[in-house]
């Protein structure tokens, strides 16, 4: 049984996570402190936005018990950039004040503090030219951003993404993972999100959640990198073989 | 098109209709941003054939057809708040189920009720010209809460529609809103249906807004561009059905897509050419279009009274007022009520001394509820005050018996 830390702040005992009562993933421990950077890592299926989802309170536990300080203090949540629909005419701007809605009420204007805390954040996603820019007209990558803006600006300590990076090329991947390393670096927000590819975390994350098959652990990211590094090289030997024969 | 002798013809033909066709435009073009925003464009279609087959249904067992229209319609809104996210199929495909379901069950129950094919085409197409007192009020109490409640929850409604598990981390209760959305949406279909019909209600929903998220920039100027375009296609539709003698509704729903039309040309014409040019060529398109809708003026109606005798009757009701209104002479045959129920409409705005009498024996021979309200509703509209009578019971129930003796007392 694990021992909580003073500074954690999720907790998953023998969490069971699925829907419709069929279980994805079984026996999830996991312990997350505040500041962290974590990436989920797994093929396709094996429970990765399904244990986030859970984590948000979007989906009940199957089993097990979560415990998360969100009755306080939400979190941020960015889903994948397809979810949000570019036919909508709002600009940068206006997503990243939606943040405050919950603060604002119906139909309290951002007083200037808030409007301040808007612009700095523009400025340091470097939207700034943008914010004024329709969802239509902006990038994929700056969609993310201004989505992570929005997550941050409603006070949120801790972001949970779901694979941020998905349909950006690799440039713009880089650059997201790397924003999400400093805010959790920078700023201590915990940063949860679900990432297929190791690459753009290298050097960033030392450990990874690793969910596959219907098991799951925190691993150090070397490790993973030597067993991909390893299937790589006897994938390459077993070419070779086949074509000598 | 807008000559002072056309706006008094619109007026006095109107009257009622006229705030109703306004107050539909306008929240219909509002709900339908976001219909057309959340792609649930097939809901409109949906609940407007839903609606007019809860007005059949309603006709046919003596209710009030409101009552009928937002019974179905709210019970549609409960089916699709049921999250099917999960489920083996998706909402679309329920909601295609549940058009088929009500189109066909519309047409089976007007076809059993006797009601001929012109009450079936205003019942499913409806009419604004139809307009009573009574839909005014109903189309007043239900869209201006329902107006309301758009202004009052814009801002939660919006997140939810956006990014509606964010809104839900975040405390936001999406269901809550979108369900309070639809419930709206439901009503202000099922108050519209019996003037609008189906198809005016689902152009309300679509078109304008449509038209105008092409042009927008910011959601709130494209609800505004939405109502805009949706009451200057209105304004257009009538004052042409006016003076061309043709279906007001059609005629809106025609022009609301030419609007879309133009808002589409603009779009690829300010991408390749100057914001000024291309807005003067849409200018000129416009023109063109009022041109050609001004030159549809049937010619003996453009040649008709000056101003101050604005009494325009259209062809079918000229026709209508001057033939007898006469019951079949055996007790066994089937009455055309729809053709009767015409005629004694169409005298009774020309001539009602004469035809009261009618009124009366019309009332007496148990009249189908559609056609029974129509003669009842063209008698309070002559009265000016409300008459009693209840379509559940035969004629000869005492409190229809009482009504009758009344009417025969009156001169």
């Known amino acids: ?245 | 098109m807008f000559n002072l002798t056309t706006l008094e013809g619109i007026v006095s033909i109107y009257g009622g209709a006229l705030p109703a066709a306004f107050l539909m435009a306008a929240t219909f073009s509002v709900f339908g941003v976001f219909v057309v925003l959340k792609r649930m464009v097939f809901i409109g279609v949906t609940l407007s054939e839903v609606a007019a087959f809860g007005v059949a249904f309603a006709l046919v067992h003596g209710l009030p057809p409101f009552a009928g229209a937002a019974l179905f319609c709210l019970l549609v809104v409960a089916i699709l708040a049921y999250p099917y996210e999960f489920t083996r199929l998706p909402r679309d495909t329920i909601l295609g189920a549940i058009f088929i379901f009500a189109s066909g069950m519309s047409i089976l129950l007007v076809a059993r009720s006797g009601f001929g094919l012109e009450k079936v085409k205003a019942i499913l197409y409806g009419n604004l010209l139809f307009a009573s007192n009574t839909d005014l009020l109903t189309i007043c109490a239900v869209m201006l809460p329902a107006l309301l409640a758009i202004w009052l929850f814009y801002r939660p409604i919006l997140y939810s529609f956006l990014d509606r598990e964010s809104a839900i981390t975040l405390g936001i209760s999406a269901w809550r809103y979108e369900l309070l959305f639809f419930v709206f949406l439901g009503l202000t279909v099922a108050a519209a249906s019996r003037i609008a019909g189906v198809m005016l209600v689902f152009c309300y929903l679509v078109v304008p807004a449509a038209t105008a998220l092409l042009l927008a920039r910011h959601l709130l100027q494209g609800m505004l561009l939405a109502v805009l375009a949706a009451l200057f296609a209105t304004v257009m539709g009538i004052a042409t059905s006016y003076q061309a003698d043709l279906p007001p509704n059609q005629l809106i729903a025609v022009i609301s897509c030419a609007f879309l039309l133009l808002a589409l040309l603009y779009r690829q014409l300010r991408n390749r050419l100057s914001r000024s040019l291309a807005a003067g060529i849409i200018m000129m398109a416009f023109g063109c279009i009022t041109w050609f809708l001004d030159s549809l003026a049937a010619p003996e109606i453009a040649a008709a009274p000056a101003a101050g005798s604005c009494t325009i009757i259209t062809d079918t009701t000229t026709k209508a007022a001057e033939t007898d209104i006469r019951l079949p002479d055996s007790s066994n045959a089937t009455p055309d009520w729809a053709a009767l129920t015409e005629t004694f409409e169409a005298r009774m705005a020309n001539d009602a001394e004469k035809v009261w009498h009618d009124a009366v024996e019309l009332l007496q021979k148990n009249p189908p509820p559609f056609f029974g309200e129509s003669i009842i509703e063209a008698l309070e509209k002559h009265m000016n005050q409300k008459i009693f009578w209840d379509f559940s019971q035969p004629a000869t129930a005492p409190q229809n018996q009482k009504t009758i003796d009344w009417l025969q007392k009156k001169p």
């Not at chain 1, 026996?27 to 396709?44: D, Y």
């Not at chain 1, 006070?155 to 880089?174: K, R, Y």
């Open chain 1, 1 to 245: 049984m694990m021992q909580p830390d003073d500074d954690s702040l999720i907790i998953c005992r023998n969490l069971a996570i699925g829907y419709d009562n069929e279980a994805v993933a079984e026996k999830i421990n996991l312990e997350i402190r505040k500041g962290e950077f974590l990436p989920f890592i797994g093929p396709n299926g094996s429970g990765k936005t399904t244990l986030l989802r859970t984590i948000l309170g979007l989906l009940p536990p199957l089993s097990g018990e979560l415990i998360h300080p969100f009755s306080q203090q939400p979190p941020g949540y960015v889903p994948q950039i397809s979810t949000l629909d570019r036919l909508y005419p709002v600009t940068a701007r206006e997503v990243i004040t939606m943040g405050l809605y919950p603060r604002l009420g119906l139909w309290q204007k951002p007083d200037r503090q808030m409007r301040e805390q808007i612009d700095s954040y523009l400025q340091r996603f470097n939207l700034q030219q943008h914010a004024e820019r329709t969802l239509n007209e902006l990038s994929g990558g700056m969609r993310q951003k201004v989505m992570i803006a929005r997550a941050l600006v409603s006070g949120a300590e801790v972001l949970i993404m779901d694979e941020p990076a998905a349909g950006l090329d690799e440039q713009s991947e880089f650059d997201l993972i790397e924003l999400l390393y400093r805010l959790a670096r920078e700023e201590q927000k915990t940063v949860l999100f679900a990432q297929h590819s190791l690459d753009p975390i290298i050097g960033l994350a030392n450990e990874v959640f690793r969910l596959y098959q219907g098991q799951s652990g925190r691993l150090p990211l070397y490790a993973l990198l030597s067993a991909r590094n390893l299937r790589h090289i006897d994938k390459e030997n077993k070419n070779v073989q086949s074509h000598h024969s």
